[in-house]
T-cell receptor, first 113, second 111 residues
Framework: AQTVTQSQPEMSVQEAETVTLSCTYD???????LFWYKQPPSRQMILVIR??????QNATENRFSVNFQKAAKSFSLKISDSQLGDTAMYFC??????????FGQGTRLTINP | DSGVTQTPKHLITATGQRVTLRCSPR?????VYWYQQSLDQGLQFLIQ???????AKGNILERFSAQQFPDLHSELNLSSLELGDSALYFC??????????FGPGTRLTVL
């Protein structure tokens, strides 16, 4: 079974700092996709970034970037120059094909002024 | 705005009752996924429909059922409600490159 593990239940950093959220996953497949979703206090699920397993290059979206280590089955999210609006729950998720997303338990990130 | 709509935003009901949650996918998307998020929990997959047909099932209770209509909107029916069914229910639709976009969710409170 595919599983996703986020080992940091909570993190807290100062505004403008860089923070890295960890995620590991387990699968026997070679083709899959990984995502980070953000859930702010409004509870809306917002797609932050996407990585295809067959691509070696790490995905980047503005201040958000990932460190994808396929052999280690690791997929961390780095947030640079953190802002107050980044305060949210962050979920790592895995998908293979047009199927369900498998989510980790989430990391609650607080950005302090 | 993801383009996925869900109604209602909030539902408060009593144990033993039945409710219906509604979802419309993004224009052009054929799939609808339903997820349940209990308090302080991750999201659990319930069921997927593709172009009117059930495609995959997760840990969906027998008291729960869903369908997708010809206009592609979907309804999730929850019956014989229990306190533990209180949760946030999301639906999502996906793009051809496997990105799933979520609706705003329906918060169900069972008293």
């Amino acid at each position: 079974a595919q599983t996703v593990t986020q080992s940091q239940p909570e993190m807290s950093v100062q505004e403008a700092e860089t923070v890295t959220l960890s995620c590991t996953y387990d699968t026997s497949e070679s083709n899959y996709y990984l995502f980070w979703y953000k859930q702010p206090p409004s509870r809306q699920m917002i797609l932050v970034i996407r990585q295809e397993a067959y691509k070696q290059q790490n995905a980047t979206e503005n201040r958000f970037s990932v460190n994808f280590q396929k052999a280690a089955k690791s997929f961390s999210l780095k947030i640079s120059d953190s802002q107050l609006g980044d305060t949210a729950m962050y979920f790592c998720a895995f998908i293979q094909g047009a199927q369900k997303l498998v989510f980790g338990q989430g990391t609650r990130l607080t950005i302090n002024p | 705005d993801s383009g996925v709509t869900q109604t209602p935003k909030h539902l408060i009901t009593a144990t033993g009752q039945r409710v219906t949650l509604r979802c419309s996918p993004r224009s052009g998307d054929l799939s609808v996924y339903w997820y349940q998020q209990s308090l302080d929990q991750g999201l659990q997959f319930l069921i997927q429909y593709y172009n009117g047909e059930e495609r995959a099932k997760g840990n969906i209770l027998e008291r729960f059922s869903a369908q997708q209509f010809p206009d592609l909107h979907s309804e999730l029916n929850l019956s014989s409600l229990e306190l533990g069914d209180s949760a946030l229910y999301f639906c999502a639709s996906d793009s051809p490159n496997n990105e799933q976009f979520f609706g705003p969710g329906t918060r169900l409170t069972v008293l």
